[in-house]
């Protein structure tokens, strides 16, 4: 049996919370998601102006994140024609995400869960996912 960390509600507040904040600060409301471990989403966000049509690619590149364990931009480089990975976005019912926007969440070496933002472009996406992410460290390693 291995005993593994989990990612609790309280934690994945803390994440939205600077999720938000970031997206204040660049000016962008964004959908973002979390998600635990399995990918399974654990809170979600739309904040007033967000788009509608990144709902569901926000929950996407949460589950992306978090199910396999890499940044979708990592997975979105080695899935262009000729790559290994080529394809990949259509796999898991079409949640499988490509866009810059989602990152894994690790506690050590564990996966705990994923974010992913959308409303942006990719880089406004992943920078507003990679200030969850600060947070959640910063509030368990303190």
């Known amino acids: 049996m291995k005993m593994v960390p989990k990612l609790t509600l309280s934690d994945a507040q803390v994440i939205m919370q600077a999720c938000i904040e970031e997206a204040e600060v660049i000016g962008v409301d964004m959908d973002i998601a979390i998600t ?28 992306t994140a978090s199910a396999a364990r890499k940044s979708t931009r990592a997975y979105g480089e080695i899935s262009v024609p000729g790559k290994p990975a080529f394809g990949i976005n259509t796999s898991n019912q079409g949640k499988f995400s490509i866009v810059a926007g989602g990152l894994p969440i690790f506690a050590g070496d564990d996966i705990v869960g994923g974010v992913g933002c959308s409303s942006g472009t990719p880089d406004q996406d992943e920078i507003v996912a990679l200030a969850g992410v600060d947070a959640f460290k910063a509030h368990i390693y303190q």
Do not use: E
Request: hydrophobic share 40%; glycine share 8%; aromatic share 8%.
């Open 36 to 63: 635990d471990d399995s990918g399974n989403l654990l809170i979600f966000q739309r904040m007033d102006n967000a788009r509608i049509t990144s709902i569901d690619i926000s929950i996407g590149k949460s589950f």
